[in-house]
């Protein structure tokens, strides 16, 4: 039974960090791609924007252009664990940050559309207030 469980959300003051994480099991491949997308009050109801992508099968990585040089993904190979480390965090970056697995290769244009995503996990709430 597979399993994406995320961790790390919470209420951070602008211009601050976060840092998220994703420990996935029960897959049967090592070397998933593993996407990070959020709902925003801006996101359009239904969708996810995708922020960033990590992708197992060669260690590529992509990001959204909103948060090119503040977020940073990597994984713990050791432990399935990728991780989104949030630096400068905004007031517009609040919302629910989601984890996302593919066992297809995901790197390249598609990175960070949510359709090429099977498995999601439940969601982790990130607030960014003074």
């Known amino acids: 039974q597979w399993q994406l469980v995320e961790s790390g959300g919470g209420l951070v003051q602008p211009g601050g960090s976060l840092i998220l994480s994703c420990a996935a099991s029960g897959f049967i491949s090592d070397t998933l791609g593993i996407g990070w997308f959020r709902e925003t009050r801006e996101t359009p109801t239904g969708e996810r924007e995708g922020v960033s992508c990590f992708e197992g099968k060669d260690g590529s990585t992509y990001y959204s252009e909103s948060v090119k040089g503040r977020f940073t993904t990597f994984r713990d190979a050791a432990t399935n664990t990728v991780y989104l480390h949030m630096k400068r965090l905004r007031v517009e970056d609040t919302g629910v940050y989601y984890c996302?697995?593919?066992?297809?290769?995901?790197?390249?244009?598609?990175?960070?559309?949510?359709?090429?995503?099977?498995?999601w996990g439940q969601g982790t709430q990130v607030t960014v207030s003074s």
């Open positions: 996302a697995a593919a066992e297809n290769y995901v790197g390249g244009f598609y990175a960070l559309s949510m359709n090429e995503y099977r498995y």
